[in-house]
């Protein structure tokens, strides 16, 4: 197995384990510590707010270490790869928002 599929199986591990204690973990938090908090950063595409700010708000465990790597290569990554990040979380923050409003 590939490094990158360990990774990938330690953040769906991580996953299941929130939707295990509650289906709605994983939406509410996302929606009460990022997507409400800074809908507008995340539809305006603010490349300072994802670099900095988002730092505090994701802390440690799986999804604090992917967020760093991210952070470790956005100057690195292409146009295109840059704007697949900014579609998941504009994604992640419209469902968290739907979801929160049901």
């Known amino acids: ?3 990158g599929d360990a990774e990938a199986l330690q953040y769906l591990d991580a996953l299941d ?3 295990t204690v509650s289906p709605d973990l994983v939406s509410a938090f996302f929606f009460e510590n990022i997507g409400k908090p800074y809908y507008s950063k995340i539809m ?3 490349e300072e707010f994802l670099t900095t700010k988002l730092t505090d708000t994701i802390g440690a465990g799986p999804f604090g270490d992917l967020y760093k790597k991210i952070i ?27 979801l929160s409003s049901s």
Do not use: A, C, P
């Open 44 to 46: 305006d595409r603010d």
């Open 17 to 19: 384990t929130m939707i």
């Open 72 to 98: 470790d290569r956005w100057e690195t990554l292409t146009e295109k790869n840059r704007n697949i990040i900014w579609d998941y979380f504009t994604v992640l923050t419209k469902i968290s928002q739907k």
């Open 1 to 3: 197995m590939l490094d």
